[in-house]
């Protein structure tokens, strides 16, 4: 009964008598794809938080979260889904500690394109920077020193990416729930039995980039005594 508690509340916190929940913001280091993966193979985490419990910090930024597949399926008449399944482990913390966890994965979000030609941003700040036409820009670039468009594309590039780190770092917030930019992808939650199991599924082939964000919730983690 206790566990049908908890992990009612790890999807969404209700009422005042629900078990408190810790929520952590996490990235994930390589990519993973069911054409590929098979159950028990490992997955790599980096957190971009730290968990508080009590007033101290639990888990700190940049500790890493272990987690693994627990089982792959393929679309079939049966299953009209891809599924992939993933147990959180536990979390590794820069001073090799290890902290177990009753944790799922609340949300996603597909990292954004970083390239600068596809950057709507740095598209603005371009076009907005002077440019130098005809036969005055080569000489000179030849002597030596940047023209004054590729003086141009470089500041555009500078203050995109000073715009652009300051308001991308985050893409997800404590109440997101389900897939960002990832079309067709669902999440739900195996809770029935320990540990809660999150199932990601689509009708297509099922890939989480590297870099794909992730939102975590979990029962407060304890220090090992």
């Known amino acids: 009964m206790l566990m049908f508690v908890l992990a009612t509340s790890l999807i969404a916190q209700t009422g005042k008598s629900s078990p408190p929940v810790s929520k952590v913001f996490a990235v994930l280091t390589k990519s993973v794809d069911t ?34 597949v627990s089982e792959i399926k393929d679309k079939a008449k049966t299953a009209p889904q891809f ?76 203050a995109t990416a000073n715009l652009k780190g300051s308001m991308d770092a985050l893409r997800l917030d404590e109440n997101s729930q389900g897939a960002l930019g990832y079309e067709g992808v669902s999440l739900s939650w195996r809770l029935d039995a320990p540990p809660p199991v999150t199932i990601i599924a689509s009708k297509k082939n099922v890939k989480l980039l590297a870099e794909t964000q992730m939102l975590l919730r979990m029962a407060p983690p304890r220090l090992p005594k």
Do not use: F
Request: charged share 20%; aromatic share 0%; no cysteine.
């Open 35 to 68: 054409k590929t993966a098979k159950a028990g193979d490992e997955l790599n985490l980096r957190t971009l938080n730290d968990v508080v419990v009590d007033s101290a910090v639990v888990i700190p930024i940049g500790s890493r979260v272990i987690a693994h």
């Open 83 to 158: 599924q992939l399944a993933i147990v959180i482990d536990r979390a590794i913390t820069k001073g090799e500690m290890n902290i177990p966890l009753q944790a799922i994965i609340a949300a996603i979000a597909a990292p954004q394109d970083d390239s600068l030609s596809s950057d709507a941003t740095y598209g603005m700040m371009h076009s907005n920077e002077p440019k130098m036409v005809g036969s005055r820009a080569s000489t000179t670039a030849s002597s030596g020193e940047l023209s004054a468009s590729s003086k141009a594309s470089s500041n555009a590039a500078v």
